[in-house]
C-alpha cells in the first residue's frame, strides 16, 4: 500500500519466504525511489533462553530454531560440543551426519527454487499473484510440481531413514551418531539417486532458458559487489559440512583462507540497525562501512575452486565462465548456484551410500566435559553458520551466541532491494509486479528469518499503545 502523506510504499508481508517480513519504499518528492528497508519483524531469542542449560542438550533444542535448517543448527551444536569434550566423531557417524546434512540442502534447495521462486520464471513476475505460486504452478505445469515435490521429499527421506525424522531430526549426538543406517534403507535411497538427478538437471533447465530469454533483467538484477564469505576444503573445494572459512573480495582476491571457524570473532562483527531485529554483520579487518559480505550458494561459488563431484564441476564451470573467472555479483544467479550446489549434493550421496563402512554400528565415540568454550560451524543452505557456547565447570551454559547465514546475508539483501526498487518502481505508476520483483529480490537470498533474530546486545524495539478506536495514543522506540 501507499502512504501519500509519506511517500512511502510498505509490502507487508514479504510472500514466499520463510518467516516474517515486511520492505518499505521511500519515494523522493519526485516520485522516485530514494531507499528502501527491509524490516524483520519476529524476535526468538533462542540464544538467552539456552542459558542455563547443559551444553549436552543444545543439539536437541537448536534444531527446533528452524524447520527447514534443522540438520545445520544440530551439525554446528555437536561440532560445539566436541571441541567442548575435547573428542572427534567416529568415522562411520561423521559420514552419516555428513549425508544427513546433504539431505537437508537438497530439501531446503528444492523448496526454494520449485516451490518457492519457480512460479515467478514460469508464470511470468506480472501474472496474477492469486495464481503465482505453487498451487498455480501445480494446475499449469503439474509434472514439474510434482517432480519439484518429490525432490524435496527425497532430502528429507535421508533424515527419515536414518533417524527416524524428517524434520526437527534427534540422534546427531556428540562423538557421532545415535542410530545407525540399515541396509534396507541405504538401497532405498540408492534407488531414489537417480531421479532426484534428473529432477536438479529439470531445474537447472528451467533457469538456464530464464537466463537466455531475460538475460538483460539477469544481468542487471541487484548487481553491486560485495565481499564473500563460505567454507572450502584443503584444495579449495567447494564444501558444505566440515571446511575451512574463506573470504574474497569483490574482485575475487583472496582476503582469508583456510581460516579455522573457531576464529570467526576475530574477522566477523555485528552492528544493530533502528528498523530490524536482524544485525548488520561486517568483515571487521575492512570495517563498517566497507566490510559487507555474502554468503550462501552464490558466496560459496564464488569463493570455490572447483567442486567434488563430475557433473556439478560441469555446471560450475560453465558459472566461472559467465564472470570471466571473477565474482559473479549479480543477485538473480543465487538461484543457478543454488542448483549447482542441489546437483553436487545428489552426486555426493550416491557416494556416501556406496561407501562399505555407511552401515556399521561403530557409530559413536564417547566423552565428557573438559573445556568450557565450543564453536561449531556448518554451512547451512542459507550461508555460513556458527554456533558458539561458553560453561561454567559444571557444563551449563553462560552464554550462547548463534550467528546466522541470514543476518550476514542482511547488509546484502538491503541493498538488493534498494537497487531493484529504483530499477523497476515507479511511485506514480505503482503495479503489482514492480513490487513482486522488489519480493522476488529477497527470495533470491531465500532467508530464513526464524533462525536469524539475534539476542545478544541491545534489540531494536517500538512499542504502540492504542486506544478503544484503534488510535495511536504512546509510541516507544528503542535502537
Known sequence: MVNEDRRQILISPVTRIEGHAKITIRLDDHGEVDEALFHVNEFRGFEKFCEGRLYTEMPIITPRICGICPVSHSIASVKACEMIQGIQPAYAGNILR???HIGQNISSHALSFFHLSSPDFLLGYDSDPVNRNILGLAEKFPDIALKGIRLRKFGQEISQRITGKKIHISGIAPGGMAFPLLEENRLALLNWIPEAKETVQLGLSIIKKFHEENAEMVNSFAVSPTLYLGTVGPQGEHELYDGKLRFIDENGNILQDQLDPKRYLEFIAERSVSWSYLKYPYYKPLGYEKGFYRVGPLARLNVASKMKTPLAQLEFENFKNIAGGRPIHGTFYYHYARLIEALSSVEEAEILL????????HIQTHGKWNYTEGIGCSEAP???????????????????????????????MNKSITEVAKQYVNGND???????????TIRCYDPCLSCSTHAIGAMPLQVEVMNANGQIIQRIERG
Open 98 to 100: 555428513r549425508l544427513i
Open 354 to 361: 556406496n561407501d562399505p563402512e555407511i552401515t556399521s554400528d
Open 382 to 412: 542459507r550461508g555460513t553458520l556458527f554456533h558458539h557456547y561458553i560453561t561454567d565447570e559444571s557444563g551449563k551454559l553462560l552464554k550462547v551466541n548463534l550467528l546466522i547465514a541470514t543476518g550476514q546475508n542482511n547488509p546484502g
Open 430 to 440: 505503482i503495479k503489482e509486479g514492480m513490487l513482486n520483483r522488489v519480493e522476488s
